[in-house]
């Protein structure tokens, strides 16, 4: 009978092939779109198409320069439009609204990619999750009151990098890209190590069987507990790469996964990006709250969609079920 070394070593040698691979697919598909969106951030693309966005804003309670910030997330990640909120002089209130926008649509072109890998549309959660964030922004501006946090929201100039020149924008985009990196093999490692532990020890069933019922409430399959944990431990990317390898493996369906895609697109690493806007003043249970029953309203609502209208999604079947379409045709 093998050790526990013996082992824990097995778990590594099967871990380190698969990581491999999936770290070289994530950064295929992070490394080139982000080069282009600092394109056209240096090139004032990106600001020509939020002036356009003013008269929308101040729609849903917000001043027409918060444009900027929304269409910032859709593109970069998170911490590039929480740096160009707090260089605006907004409240509470219209920080909390925008604070979930950007929650619920961020880095959209590298996330969308990573869900495209696991069965699902990337023009279809691209669209979903733009339109869901004005829903969640027309929710927040009817249900919050007007004199909710009419106080300044923390305002703070941010240090940036010289990206005034070509070469300082693509200076700084090497050295964050480096970053990125061993960010990437670190985690993508770990998790991939993590999960064949789990399975070797078979503590994936324990971990799983007390959080099948809040799976059911938020109409995921019963095999979620360990993805909606990753998702929202370690967010959508790193999780899309534990999914696409239980896709590979066969130990997860393509209808399967793209359900639960559905559900952390909305809510994913609430840990992270929670605390993010919470230490700048933002209320926690507005944030996880909303992004919950969100979630859970965009995966019944699709559930509903599918009952009355089976035919719609009778393409995607087809395709989940064509081994050409697999997940490996999407790398």
Request: glycine share 6%; charged share 10%; proline share 4%.
């Amino acid at each position: 009978m093998a050790t526990l070394n013996e082992r824990l070593w097995k778990c590594v040698r099967e871990a380190l092939p698969k990581s491999g691979k999936l770290c070289v697919w994530l950064l295929k598909i992070i490394l080139p779109i982000s080069l282009a969106v600092n394109l056209l951030q240096h090139y004032g693309a990106i600001d020509y198409v939020a002036s356009w966005l003013h008269p929308l804003f101040h729609f849903i309670g917000l001043p027409g320069a918060t444009a900027i910030v929304f269409i910032t997330s859709i593109f970069l990640p998170l911490y590039a439009s929480i740096a160009v909120m707090m260089s605006l002089d907004v409240t509470v209130r219209e920080a909390t609204i925008l604070a979930l926008m950007c929650l619920l649509a961020h880095n959209l072109p590298v996330e969308c990619a990573v869900t495209r890998k696991t069965g699902s549309s990337f023009w279809g959660m691209f669209g979903m999750r733009i339109i869901m964030a004005f829903v969640v922004a027309v929710f927040l501006n009817t249900l919050l009151p007007l004199d909710y946090g009419n106080t300044p929201f923390a305002h703070t100039h941010i240090a940036a990098a010289d990206t005034e020149t070509l070469r300082g924008m693509f200076m700084a985009w090497l050295y964050a890209s480096g970053t990125l990196i061993v960010t990437i093999l670190l985690i993508v490692t770990g998790l991939m190590v993590l999960q064949r532990v789990l399975v070797e020890f078979q503590w994936i069933d324990a971990i799983s069987r007390p959080l099948r019922p809040l799976m059911r409430l938020f109409g995921l399959p019963d095999n979620a507990p360990f993805l909606w944990i990753v998702g929202n431990v370690v967010g959508l990317a790193y999780g899309g790469a534990v999914m696409a390898d239980m896709v590979d493996e066969g130990k997860l369906s393509l209808q399967d996964s793209n359900v639960v895609n559905y559900h952390l697109s909305i809510s994913h690493s609430l840990l992270e990006d929670t605390m993010l806007f919470v230490a700048l003043g933002i209320n926690l249970w507005i944030i996880v709250g909303t992004r919950l029953l969100f979630a859970m309203i965009v995966v019944w609502g699709r559930r509903f969609l599918l009952s009355l209208f089976p035919l719609i999604d009778s393409s995607h079947a087809k395709s989940a079920s064509n081994p050409h379409s697999s997940a490996h045709s999407h790398t």
